[in-house]
C-alpha cells in the first residue's frame, strides 16, 4: 500500500506540473477531466492566478461523454473557448486526468485535429493525474522545446573559440517555477545572482522576466544550462542531446564558495561536454547527520554547501517519483511514499531534518529529532506561504548553519 497516504498530502500531480510549466508562454492548457483536477490545481497549486492572466481551462467531461467516447465536443469546446479569448494563443496544449487515460482517448489524434482546423501549433503531453508534478513539469518542457525549437542550429561552439575569461555567459534556467521555488522575488534574486558572477539569463522555464515564448528560439544559442530542479533535468537534456549545450545540475546559492556557480563557468570555458555536481570528499564525522527530505536537486544542493560549512555528514533524500534514467547526483535514498519514509526516517532518530513542515506529523520520536522546516507549494501547499523561502537571497546559506550549529 505504499501509494496509499494516510497522514501526509501527495505532492502535486502531474497535470498541475504541466499547467505551472507552461503558464506563462501565452499557450492555452486544456486539462480533460471531470473538474476535480483543475480545482485542486487553482486552489493549492498555482500563486501565479492572483496576479498574472491564465489561459488554463478544463473541459468539464461528464459521464456520458466519458463513457461513449464523445471527442466531438471535446474539439468543439476547445475551438469556442479559443475563439473566445482577446488574443490568439501561441499554442494549444493537452493533458488530462485518469478518466480519459482509463478510456483511451487519442489526445495525439486530437492535437492534429486543432492543429489542422486552428492553424495553432498544438500538441500532447502525456499524462494521467497518477504521476507527480515534476514528471509533469518536464515532458511539458521538453514538448514546448520538441514542437518549437526545429532545426535550429547551435552556434555556441563557434563562438567558445572567441570568447575570452571575462566575458559574459549566457544560461539557460530549467526548472524555475513556483511549486518549487514559491518565495515572492525568486527569479529577480537569481537573476541578480547570476549577474554577480557575470552569468546572463539568455531564457528561463518558467517564471520571471526571462521566461517568453518569442525567445525559445534563443535557448540554442546559449552556453550552458542551469537546472534547479527535477522537473528542469528532460529539458536540459534534450538541448545536450541535440545541440550539445552542457548542463550543471544544482541550487546557486549566495555562498562564495558555491560549486553549482563555479561549474557553470568551467563547463562554458573549458568545453566540457557535460558537467554535474560532483561528490565531495567526507572527513569521519561523529555527529549525528543532517536529512534533507525535500526536492532532490534543492536538497543536495543545501546539503553540498553544510558539509562544506559545518562539515556535518548530509543525507539526501529524494521523496518524488523515481525515474531511472533521470539521475540528481548527490542524491543518497530515495523514498517514494508514506510508508518508506516512515521507514527510513527511524534509522536516525538524532538526526537533524531539514524537510517541508508535514512530515513532522509522521515521525516516529519526534521528540529526539530537531526539525528545520523549509515549506514548499508542491507539499503542503499555502498553508505555510508567508513562510516561503528566497534560496537565491544573500544571507540564507549563513542563516541556516547558525540553525544547525546552535543545537
Known sequence: MKETYRVLPVWAGDVSGIAGALYEFGGMTVIHD???CNSTYNTHDELRWYREPSNIFISGLNMKDAVLGNDERFIRDILNAQNSLPARPEFIALCNSPVPWLNGTDFEAIAGILER????????????????????AGL????LLQKFLGEQKNTAAKACVRRKEGETI???????????????????????????????IRTALADGN???????????????????????????????????IPYVIGVPLDDEDDPTLQQLVTARFKGAALREKEPENEAPDSRPPVIFLTEPVLGASLASMVRRRTGRKTIVVDPLETDPSVRIPGVDAACFGEEEIEAFLPQFPDADLICDPMYDHILSEPDRTR????????LSGRIYRNHFVNYFDSGISDRLVRLLLSG
Open 34 to 36: 471531470p473538474s476535480g
Open 210 to 244: 526571462t521566461c517568453s515564448f518569442r525567445r525559445l528560439p534563443d535557448m540554442a544559442e546559449a552556453d550552458v544550462s542551469l537546472v534547479l530542479s527535477k522537473a528542469g533535468l528532460p529539458p536540459a537534456k534534450y538541448l545536450s542531446d541535440r545541440y550539445g
Open 140 to 143: 511539458a518542457w521538453q514538448r
Open 170 to 200: 549566457s544560461v539557460n534556467v530549467f526548472g524555475m517555477m513556483p511549486l518549487d521555488f514559491a518565495a515572492e522575488g525568486s527569479a529577480l534574486s537569481l537573476e541578480k545572482l547570476l549577474r554577480k558572477r557575470g552569468l546572463q
Open 117 to 136: 482546423k486552428t492553424g495553432i501549433p498544438s500538441f500532447y503531453v502525456p499524462s494521467n493525474g497518477c504521476h507527480d508534478y515534476a514528471r509533469g
Open 371 to 378: 526539525r528545520i522546516f523549509l515549506p514548499t507549494l508542491a
